[in-house]
């Protein structure tokens, strides 16, 4: 079993920043963040695997930044150019296969935080 805690999200301006984090109990071999906004589905944001394999979302490359601390089993997300569209409800998961081309299929993930919100006003 592995549990996963976010943290850092917020209430920000649009064009502002936030860096969410994500603890997981143990190392995993994969890691993503995914967002659901209220009355739409989960969306994948981004992942990252133990061979470094790194992939986005189109709505958010360029903008987001995806990287883990292997010493702390820790994920971070740093989000730039923040959109009001970007408002949703972020979630770290955790995989201990590595799931390449499938990282955006939520169903694939064993391990979910409870999530952390982040608001971006216009």
């Known amino acids: 079993q592995v549990q996963v805690v976010e943290s850092g999200g917020g209430l920000v301006q649009a064009g502002g920043s936030l860096r969410l984090s994500c603890v997981a109990s143990?190392?995993?071999?994969?890691m993503a963040w995914f967002r659901q906004a209220p009355g739409k589905e989960r969306e994948g944001v981004a992942a990252v695997d133990s061979a470094g394999w790194i992939s986005y979302a189109d709505s958010v490359n360029g903008r987001f930044t995806i990287s883990r601390d292997r010493d702390k089993r820790t994920l971070y997300l740093q989000m730039n150019s923040l959109k009001p569209e970007d408002t949703a409800m972020y979630y770290c998961a955790a995989e201990n296969t590595i799931l390449g081309d499938s990282w955006s299929n939520g169903y694939k993930y064993t391990y979910w935080g409870q999530g952390t919100q982040v608001t971006v006003s216009s």
């Open positions: 143990r190392y995993t071999n994969s």
